[in-house]
């Protein structure tokens, strides 16, 4: 698999994640010509996020335009990281750089089948399976990612759950809280490693390490071509090549 092509599959699980918040009833997706939305119906909480921005090939005045409509928007922003220079300097206003490796900014790795290492078992590890497992793992997720708003409805989002488009783990105290969570964003023949969460009292035990090798192996096993991640730091992104992803 090229460069190119491994880019093209992080892009591609990005806006699934994203387009997954938009599927649950409280919820709802807005498919426009060049771009995505995701927001909630009327006054319910949820989150609003533009996607799949798709301004290659367009007349630069147009691309212009297209930005200015986007930011009008006032929401947060997935620029896929294949957009061409052009089309990324007419939506930002600024030159296309390479993010240098050492940067402690955002960074975005793959695995390929291949590259998994052998990991041991980690019998500690769970995965939600039922509404309230599920309740559980949201808890989490939403306790430490969002500042305990509701970004995924303890209920509302369960059926991504249920029908296997999202598979949750977690690692449990013995009343069943979870102390660390992760899942797998199952789109086809990718996955995406997302919601990875440990309560800041649970840090550094390796729990989320566990979490990340057990939904790496599980999605190879049935049948992954690539997992993808995307780190907020260096710190995540060190945990995520331990796990034997490589950054690109």
């Known amino acids: 698999m090229t460069n190119r092509e491994i880019i093209d599959y992080i892009d591609r699980g990005a806006n699934y994640y994203v387009s997954l918040f938009g599927r649950a009833e409280h919820m709802e997706i ?52 294949g957009t061409s ?8 206003g600024r030159e296309k750089q390479d993010v240098p490796q050492d940067s402690d900014g955002e960074s975005y790795l793959a695995m390929l089948p291949g590259e998994m290492p052998a990991y041991p078992a980690f019998p500690q590890v769970t995965e939600a399976k039922t509404q309230p497992e599920f309740a559980r793992w949201a808890e989490t997720v939403n306790q430490v990612l969002s500042g305990g708003k509701e970004d995924i409805h303890p209920q509302y989002h369960y059926p991504l759950c249920r029908d296997g488009l999202m598979r949750c783990y977690m690692v449990q105290d013995r009343e069943g809280r979870a102390l660390s969570a992760a899942a797998a964003a199952v789109d086809g023949e990718s996955v995406s490693l997302e919601f990875v969460a440990t309560l800041p009292e649970f840090r550094r035990q390796g729990l989320a390490r566990a979490l990340c090798c057990r939904a790496v192996e599980d ?19 060190a945990l995520y090549e331990a796990a034997g992803f490589q950054q690109y």
């Open 30 to 81: 807005v498919q426009r010509e060049h771009y995505s939305l995701v927001r909630p119906k009327g006054d319910v909480f949820g989150i609003r996020f533009v996607y799949d921005v798709r301004l290659e090939g367009l007349p630069l005045q147009r691309q212009k335009e297209l930005a200015a409509e986007i930011h009008a928007l006032g929401m947060p922003v997935w620029l896929n990281l």
């Open 85 to 92: 220079p052009e089309a990324f300097q007419a939506f930002t």
């Open 219 to 237: 999605a190879f096993r049935q049948g992954a071509e690539i997992v993808t991640v995307r780190a907020i730091d260096g710190r995540a992104a």
